[in-house]
């Protein structure tokens, strides 16, 4: 809870964490470039502050904002940030698995979750099981009764856009005495707020929509209970998995502008969807927003707006899906999503060549884009040449 919690969203982006500076004025936090902390006396912190690694001002700063903008009114809630998604992802894993423990995790899970889970977890002793999240049937007979501990969901996922029910995995998990893990990233708080769904923690790439430039690395964590909360950031200082001022300074920017960059980039979206809905050469539009999607009624429920990323499968296969993605030129070839700028990328050969032969595999012939927010004219003749 902060004293912003009475406000709009859009109010608390801007002014939640971020009270003027006491000292000076100053409206925005400063970046507090700094490793350590003058004491007044042995013990005696001015500021609760002794060192960087275990807390810093501008982190803070961003980790209260985090709270606010996905936990508003949940009593206890706590935010957490990290140098990178995966840090956070690692430093949550290590605290909720165990060794000897299980997760269930869903089949199209973000390539880097899925390395992480089997080559990094499961090494050290947590087992998990990919399973289809829509099928509730599958997550139950997936669980392992005393051993699972958690369910790792992503809505909507990278890059085939499946919707899952947040609410009902919620309870499903709660019912094994697990806890329900949402990977919010694609929605971004602004679009979606998988705690008041009942899910338990809510993980970020802030390098994605929060960030919202494509200048920065970051990860967060947001947790419902305040004990775990506090487990994940004594994981975090001890494990050292925490950000820089600076970086935390970046995401805490970005922040500031996200629900009006959010509402631009679901527009333009929209228009790229109705493109490519009509084209000859693409043979599978996948957004949630589409009546016809397999998760459009789930998405409408839990979701604001339906978000900006899109794909698409292209008539002709693997090459020909390749050659479109050489043909853009206001569309940046590249990996990464959610900054200002639109980028077309070929998950099989770029962001999910790790899940190449795995339960992750994604179709050769897709085509992902991270519709950004230039001016939606440009994108459409854009993507039109592209495909001619
Ligand atoms: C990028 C991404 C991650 C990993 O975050 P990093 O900041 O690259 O470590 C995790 N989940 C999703 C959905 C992502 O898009």
Request: with cysteine; hydrophobic share 40%; proline share 5%.
């Amino acid at each position: 809870m902060t004293q912003w919690d009475d406000t709009g969203f859009e109010t608390r982006a801007i002014h939640a964490g971020q009270e003027p500076d006491p000292l000076t004025g100053a409206v925005v936090p400063p970046v507090y470039q700094v490793s350590t902390y003058a004491q007044d006396g042995v013990g005696g912190l001015r500021g609760g502050y002794e060192y960087s690694r275990s807390g810093n001002p501008t982190r803070t700063a961003l980790e209260e904002c985090l709270a606010a903008l996905e936990a508003p009114g949940i009593d206890g809630a706590r935010g957490l940030a990290f140098a990178s998604g995966l840090a956070a992802e690692d430093t949550l894993l290590r605290v909720v698995g165990a060794p000897g423990a299980h997760a269930v995790i869903g089949n199209d899970a973000y390539g880097g979750t899925y390395r992480l889970f089997a080559r990094v977890a499961e090494p050290w002793g947590l087992a998990h099981t990919p399973v289809d999240l829509t099928d509730h049937d599958a997550v139950r007979a997936a669980i392992e009764p005393g051993r699972t501990r958690l369910i790792w969901a992503e809505t909507p996922t990278n890059p085939l856009l499946t919707v899952v029910d947040i609410a009902a995995l919620a309870d499903i998990a709660h019912e094994a005495g697990a806890v329900l893990v949402v990977d919010n990233t694609f929605a971004s708080p602004y679009l979606q707020q998988p705690l008041s769904l009942g899910a338990d923690v809510v993980v970020h790439s802030t390098t994605k929509y929060l960030g919202g430039h494509s200048d920065v690395v970051g990860g967060a964590l947001v947790a419902r209970d305040g004990e775990l909360g506090e487990r994940l950031a004594y994981h975090a200082n001890a494990m050292g998995s925490v950000p820089g001022p600076w970086d935390s300074w970046l995401v805490l920017r970005g922040i500031k502008t996200l629900g009006v960059r959010m509402d631009r980039h679901c527009a333009n979206a929209r228009a790229v969807v109705d493109l490519l809905s009509n084209h000859a050469r693409v043979t599978q539009v996948l957004y949630p927003g589409i009546a016809g999607h397999r998760g459009y009624e789930v998405a409408a429920r839990q979701m604001r707006d339906f978000g900006g990323m899109v794909s698409f499968r292209v008539a002709g296969g693997a090459d020909e899906a390749v050659a479109v993605c050489g043909r853009t030129r206001v569309f940046t070839l590249g990996e990464s999503l959610g900054g200002v700028e639109s980028l077309i990328e070929h998950p099989g050969r770029m962001t999910h060549a790790s899940a190449a032969g795995s339960p992750l595999e994604v179709p050769d012939d897709l085509v992902r884009l991270s519709v950004g927010i230039e001016s939606v004219e440009d994108l459409l003749a854009d993507l039109d040449k592209a495909l001619a």
